[in-house]
């Protein structure tokens, strides 16, 4: 089912958010903005797992988790071991949410209006693995541009 294979595309590519954290040379850089970059590598983790776990912790598992998408950009200096803890942390709440949807509840209507439009909850999901794995190039090339320029 296609909630299976998602769970498995969120978790190999939440992994790699996770190995991508951890090979930044120095905690520093994680929060370098270079250039016409907007966003550093440690703000895109927090607003991917603010992502995930609104839309899917939230939304669809009735988890609780509150987000603060302005804190997601704005906070600085979060301690690498935090980030890795809340990346670990997400993975076990889609690894417990998507295996309990049926194809009936991904057929359904997502149960709030995200992109502008009613989606199916199976489209939105496509769309927030996408999102992720978007959000995963910006973070990989960020942190070979930063600790590029860190060692020259």
Known sequence: MINEVLNSIFKRDLLKLKAEIELYNHDSNLWRIEKNIANSGGNLCLHLIGNLNTYIGTILGQTGYKRNREAEFSSKNVPRQEL???INATIQIIDQILPTLNPEELKKEYPIIVLNEPTSTEFF????????????????????LVDYESVQ
């Open 125 to 144: 999901l496509v769309h927030l693995a996408t999102h992720l794995t978007y959000h995963l190039g910006q973070i990989n090339y960020h942190r070979r």
């Open 84 to 86: 890795i803890q809340n």
